[in-house]
């Protein structure tokens, strides 16, 4: 099973994107869909998380900008990114961690680059 990111882009200060991540196949035993990023030169930082339940998470700085949403029917999660600034430039990775019959395990996506230009 793979983990495939899309819908990053160049986008002006003050614009939205939209990320999505799909699972290639069905993923059981989910327990939380989540978001990171990491800009050049800085550590990968959690943006947002859901769990199985639907809580949500957001790192501070996008808070009431950036929503998570997930479509547990086909392991997709999303991220709304509105009011983009150019800090929010990175490159995005979806996240899964989930258990199976040999534990907890968690799958990474390949990356989507988000660019937001002043």
């Known amino acids: 099973v793979q983990l495939q990111a899309s819908g990053g882009g160049l986008v002006q200060a003050g614009g939205s994107l939209r990320l999505s991540c799909e699972s290639s196949g069905s993923i059981f035993g989910i327990n939380v869909m989540g978001w990171h990023r990491q800009a050049p030169g800085k550590r990968r930082e959690l943006v947002a998380l859901i769990t199985s339940g639907g809580g949500t998470n957001y790192l501070n700085s996008v808070k009431g900008r950036f929503t998570i949403t997930r479509d547990n029917s086909k392991n997709t999660v999303y991220l709304q990114m509105n009011s983009l600034k150019p800090e929010d430039t990175a490159v995005y990775y979806c996240?899964?961690?989930?258990?199976?019959?040999?534990?907890?395990?968690?799958?990474w996506g390949q990356g989507t680059l988000v660019t937001v230009s002043s």
């Open positions: 996240n899964v961690e989930y258990t199976d019959d040999d534990g907890r395990k968690s799958l």
